[in-house]
């Protein structure tokens, strides 16, 4: 963590919450209506910030400023943008371009959402003119998507699972991983307690932990040398615990 301060050298230094993304965005009922129609979590929204966004002040001076301004470890770009997920799948293939079905896919949580009476009237009022507006909602999503400033996956669980994308060469990356206390390894993977609806795959990075857990149980386990650290219940995957882990998400 850098202790100075870039603009009047004061080593009075605290951390800021970033700006998020959306901020500001969060209170437009169309902008709410394309998170229901995509199926993006308001809470995952908010919380995602522009990669390398200032992330320290100064207790001094009040000049805000990035601990480690990120860039692509692909092609050294700076122009990078945040990384969201979504609940769910679009109900297609997303990275074959399967439009026709992310499009049907959305509709359908579209009026879904109004059949069962969910959220406040302006953003069902929203999602009956989009759907009636004869525009593509995966068209209005990309769109809104370039001019905020983030990209959109399909839901992910893994503890290290990218949070920005290089604008230049489209790289995901996460700019501040998870590393294991002890070998420094970036393969890490979550712990699941209890019996599990089925079994994890390799690609889901999780390490079965047992029936019985506790709040002092580890979260995460590093896969190159076995050793276990966070615990279970700080962060949304674990956090700071006696291996000195940083918060998962």
């Not at 979590?41 to 990035?66: H, K, N, V």
């Not at 994308?165 to 307690?193: L, N, T």
Request: proline share 6%; hydrophobic share 35%.
């Amino acid at each position: 963590m850098s202790s100075i301060c870039p603009e009047c050298g004061s080593g009075s230094i605290k951390r800021a919450r970033r700006a998020g993304i959306a901020a500001g965005r969060m209170r437009y009922p169309a902008f709410r209506a394309m998170l229901v129609l995509n199926a993006t979590d308001e809470a995952e929204m908010d919380r995602a910030a522009a990669p390398g966004a200032p992330d320290r002040r100064c207790g001094s001076c009040g000049a805000s400023f990035s601990q480690s301004p990120a860039s692509c470890p692909g092609c050294g770009s700076s122009r990078l943008v945040a990384v969201v997920y979504r609940r769910g799948e679009w109900g297609g293939d997303e990275e074959a371009g399967d439009e026709a079905a992310m499009e049907a896919a959305a509709r359908a949580r579209g009026e879904r959402h109004l059949e069962w009476g969910e959220g406040d009237e302006e953003v069902a009022a929203e999602i009956r003119r989009l759907l009636g507006s004869g525009q593509k909602i995966a068209a209005v999503w990309s769109a809104l998507q370039a001019r905020l400033g983030f990209v959109s996956l399909p839901h992910s669980g893994i503890v290290n699972r990218p949070t920005a994308a290089c604008a230049e060469c489209a790289r995901r990356f996460r700019p501040d991983p998870v590393r294991c206390p002890k070998c420094g390894s970036e393969e890490i993977a979550r712990i699941m307690y209890g019996l599990p609806a089925r079994m994890p795959e390799e690609r889901d990075m999780v390490v079965l932990g047992g029936c019985s857990v506790s709040p002092r149980m580890p979260s995460m386990a590093c896969l190159a040398c076995r050793r276990q650290f966070g615990r279970v219940g700080e962060g949304v995957l674990g956090g700071r615990g006696r291996g000195g882990s940083r918060r998962a998400l």
